[in-house]
């Protein structure tokens, strides 16, 4: 049985809400420790998936879920930074 090309769906740590991958922003923890918005996808590291949405975001912080999902506690200037670069994607 062949099945039309799936779209590969992530959750959104945020607001929950299954989207395609393209549809969200990666963020990532690199080997080395930092956090950072991965805007090609292909950093290696352990990843989370969020809307492009600053209101994501911040819930997800709230609800420590990005911490959860990345093993990594984030400063506020990480998160500072992460705004910024979400900004600067659209
Ligand atoms: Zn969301």
């Known amino acids: 049985m062949r099945r039309p090309k799936k779209i ?22 690199k080997p080395d420790g930092t956090v950072t ?15 492009r949405s600053q209101q994501c975001l911040e819930e997800a912080l709230k609800r420590k879920s990005l911490e959860r999902a990345l093993q ?10 992460l705004l910024l670069d979400m900004q600067q994607m659209d």
């Open 8 to 29: 590969p769906l992530r959750t959104c740590v945020g607001c929950r809400t299954i989207l395609a991958k393209s549809m969200l922003v990666r963020v990532v923890r």
């Open 37 to 51: 918005v991965d805007a090609t996808g292909k950093l290696s590291g352990r990843g989370a998936y969020l809307c």
């Open 72 to 81: 990594s506690d984030l400063d506020r200037d990480v998160v500072d930074q």
